[in-house]
């Protein structure tokens, strides 16, 4: 077994030290799974390239100061969470210096100030999930919850820590359930969705339920306070079962704000980082009440209806026509649509000539999925050619991607003519090797 000293993290959590050549220079980069920073541990390779290795860890000779008993017994079979091993801290601390890392080795780009972290409780913080279901013939048990680490195997997994108490608690029997029914081997995931008062989840169907089936359903139901939802198909198939009334919703009270969706919807999985997400995004966008703003990537408006609480006039832009269908309702429920207006437009493939014809946007809140708004940056640029004052004066750019955030604060900062003003991390998912960030840019 080869020792090594770990020096830093990777975006897998891994530990990263480095061999040593003849003369004493750093050589080969190993990847240590289950190592901290400033550990000396022993370690046993698995995967072996000419400049890089994966290992394992063995013996821990040094222990960081940081290292913590994980709280969960599946740790480490289970792939749901990366670092429990982590005091919690020092993960968000770990996440911030990713983003600062990225953003200076991608995009060349460095934050006039780092701003304090947002982070909230680090267990049964997660309000969505998608559970897979694996009937095991040869151990004649039904399996209900993550992926083991690195496989297409279901973890045996009782409870979960990650998850709310009152989901936790119901793993087992939901194994019991699944394992009574007709289709126990036409039902492969459970999508988990809690709202105010109600707990949803949505059983894949891959046939069709009988009628002993449904009543077990409905039993279920009345003893764990569940809400049933069937889908045969995509998720626009997905239809509440029973009970059939609830109104499936999560609040933002800072601004007054009700947001009803489906469990197949995307929506944070985390409720009270959000709370505090939208909050900060838009003291940090800084909206009057005379501007026109443009919430790009708008969703069901988690950002566009608080926005409109405040702005003249808000623009929610979005790639389908059913997401922004389906926030200009969630206007109209909080008495927003006035103020608010929706369009369906592909923002991967937008362009200067788009915004000249959308108009004037004194502030845009920009809020990709993991590809990042490049096409976004690049119009920016070209705006700049022959629209300049065109350009609004402010973006917030929320990320859940270090990488393409990074990538795009370079367009913006070293080509479109703004500044990075402020950056920081959210820990919207802690014990996982996740960043979530936000970034502040100014036009100069």
């Known amino acids: 077994m080869n020792t090594i000293t770990i020096r830093s993290f990777d975006m897998d959590a891994r530990g990263v030290g480095h061999l040593e050549n003849e003369d004493g220079t750093p050589g080969k980069v190993v990847f240590v799974e289950g190592a901290l920073p400033g550990e000396v541990v022993g370690f046993n390779a698995y995967k072996k390239k000419p400049t890089w290795e994966v290992a394992t860890?063995?013996?821990?000779?040094?222990?960081?100061?940081?290292?913590?008993?994980?709280?969960?017994?599946?740790?480490?079979?289970?792939?749901?969470?990366?670092?429990?091993?982590?005091?919690?801290?020092?993960?968000?601390?770990?996440?911030?210096?990713?983003?600062?890392?990225?953003?200076?080795?991608?995009?060349?780009?460095?934050?006039?100030?780092?701003?304090?972290?947002?982070?909230?409780?680090?267990?049964?913080?997660?309000?969505?999930?998608?559970?897979?279901?694996?009937?095991?013939?040869?151990?004649?048990?039904?399996?209900?919850?993550?992926?083991?680490?690195?496989?297409?195997?279901?973890?045996?997994?009782?409870?979960?820590?990650?998850l709310p108490p009152h989901v936790s608690a119901m793993l087992m029997p939901l194994r019991a359930l699944i394992a009574s029914l007709s289709i126990i081997e036409e039902l492969p995931q459970i999508e988990l969705a809690i709202g105010e008062g109600i707990t949803a989840m949505v059983l894949r169907i891959i046939a069709p339920l009988t009628v002993e089936d449904e009543v077990k359903l409905k039993v279920f139901a009345d003893r764990y306070q569940v809400q049933w939802w069937l889908q045969a198909k995509g998720p626009e198939t997905a239809e509440p079962f029973y009970p059939e009334d609830g109104d499936l919703h999560y609040l933002l009270p800072e601004f007054g704000v009700k947001m009803p969706f489906k469990p197949t919807d995307f929506t944070q999985v985390n409720h009270h980082i959000n709370r505090v997400l939208v909050a900060r995004a838009l003291r940090l966008l800084d909206v009057q009440k005379d501007e026109r703003i443009a919430d790009l990537f708008c969703g069901l408006g988690n950002f566009?209806?608080?926005?409109?609480?405040?702005?003249?006039?808000?623009?929610?832009?979005?790639?389908?026509?059913?997401?922004?269908?389906?926030?200009?309702?969630?206007?109209?429920?909080?008495?927003?649509?006035?103020?608010?207006?929706?369009?369906?437009?592909?923002?991967?493939?937008?362009?200067?000539?788009?915004?000249?014809?959308?108009?004037?946007?004194?502030?845009?809140?920009?809020?990709?999925?993991?590809?990042?708004?490049?096409?976004?940056?690049?119009?920016?640029?070209?705006?700049?050619?022959?629209?300049?004052?065109?350009?609004?004066?402010?973006?917030?750019?929320?990320?859940?991607?270090?990488?393409?955030?990074?990538?795009?604060a370079g367009m913006l900062v070293n080509q479109a003519g703004y500044r990075l003003s402020k950056a920081g991390v959210i820990n919207m998912f802690p014990h996982t090797s996740h960043v979530e960030s936000m970034a502040v840019f100014d036009l100069i």
């Open 57 to 162: 860890m063995g013996t821990l000779f040094k222990e960081s100061s940081q290292r913590m008993p994980p709280k969960c017994k599946y740790f480490g079979i289970c792939g749901g969470c990366s670092m429990q091993h982590l005091e919690p801290n020092a993960q968000v601390a770990m996440k911030q210096r990713v983003l600062e890392d990225n953003l200076g080795h991608i995009g060349k780009v460095k934050p006039e100030m780092m701003m304090r972290p947002i982070y909230g409780p680090t267990w049964g913080y997660r309000y969505r999930a998608r559970l897979s279901v694996r009937h095991v013939r040869k151990k004649g048990s039904v399996l209900v919850g993550f992926h083991e680490k690195k496989s297409r195997y279901v973890a045996n997994m009782e409870t979960c820590e990650i």
């Open 304 to 408: 566009t209806l608080p926005i409109a609480t405040i702005a003249r006039e808000v623009v929610g832009i979005e790639g389908s026509s059913t997401l922004t269908e389906r926030a200009l309702e969630n206007a109209k429920a909080n008495g927003l649509s006035a103020k608010t207006v929706f369009g369906t437009r592909n923002l991967f493939e937008v362009t200067a000539e788009d915004f000249v014809v959308l108009g004037k946007f004194d502030r845009f809140l920009v809020d990709p999925p993991r590809d990042g708004a490049m096409a976004v940056c690049q119009a920016l640029i070209d705006l700049g050619k022959f629209a300049p004052e065109l350009k609004p004066k402010r973006i917030v750019y929320v990320s859940c991607s270090p990488s393409t955030l990074a990538r795009d």
